[in-house]
Nanobody, 125 residues
Framework: QVQLVESGGGLVQAGGSLRLSCAVS????????MGWFRQAPGKEREFVAA????????HSADSVKGRFTISKDNAKNTMYLQMISLKPEDTAVYYC??????????????????WGQGTQVTVSS
């Protein structure tokens, strides 16, 4: 059973930075396309960033482009989301996810089969 555990969330002032980590166990890390999603109170879960199995393709939502960077380290079975220039509207629970093995890359929420428990990011103004 694939398990994903996020860490690195917290409270930060606007303009600050955080790095989220997602540790994966129970599967072959390099065989999964992966992504980050977030959900703010009262809103639907939304796509943030995705990375391909090989790590050579990435894509970010327009709202975070230029501020958030997704990456992964296959040797450590860990994916990251580096976030800079944070804004209050970035406040949400952030989830990491792994897609089913048939997906090389995807940004579609419903294509992700495995999810972490989420980590809270709060950006104060």
């Amino acid at each position: 059973q694939v398990q994903l555990v996020e860490s690195g969330g917290g409270l930060v002032q606007a303009g600050g930075s955080l790095r989220l980590s997602c540790a994966v166990s129970g599967g072959t890390f390099g065989s999964y396309a992966m992504g980050w999603f977030r959900q703010a109170p009262g809103k639907e879960r939304e796509f943030v960033a995705a990375i391909s199995k090989s790590g050579d393709i990435t894509h970010s939502a327009d709202s975070v482009k230029g501020r958030f960077t997704i990456s992964k380290d296959n040797a450590k079975n860990t994916m990251y989301l580096q976030m800079i220039s944070l804004k209050p509207e970035d406040t949400a629970v952030y989830y990491c996810a792994a897609a089913g093995p048939q997906r090389a890359f995807t940004t579609t929420l419903t294509s992700y089969a495995y999810w972490g428990q989420g980590t809270q990011v709060t950006v104060s103004s």
